[in-house]
């Protein structure tokens, strides 16, 4: 019963195994794609959180540090 179930369908772990980590080359493209998109939502997610704890309190907020007077 339980090879019959495994030849008709197969899970979702084989299907990742057929499309992802079967060949090296793929795999590798998939770790370091990964990597790279992981690293930019965690650098999103950190600068949002820092700028939502410091409103008030960073150099744009305040009024004349903020401003630059234009040379005439």
Do not use: C
Not at 46 to 70: A, C, T
């Amino acid at each position: 019963m339980e090879s019959a179930a495994r030849k008709s369908g197969g899970g979702l772990l084989e299907g990742f195994y057929r499309v992802v980590m079967r060949r090296n080359s793929v795999y590798v493209t998939f770790i370091v794609a990964g990597a790279f998109l992981g690293e930019r939502a965690v650098d999103y997610g950190v600068h949002k959180l820092w700028e939502y704890n410091n409103v008030g309190k960073r150099y744009e907020d305040i009024p004349v540090l903020g401003q630059r007077q234009s040379e005439e």
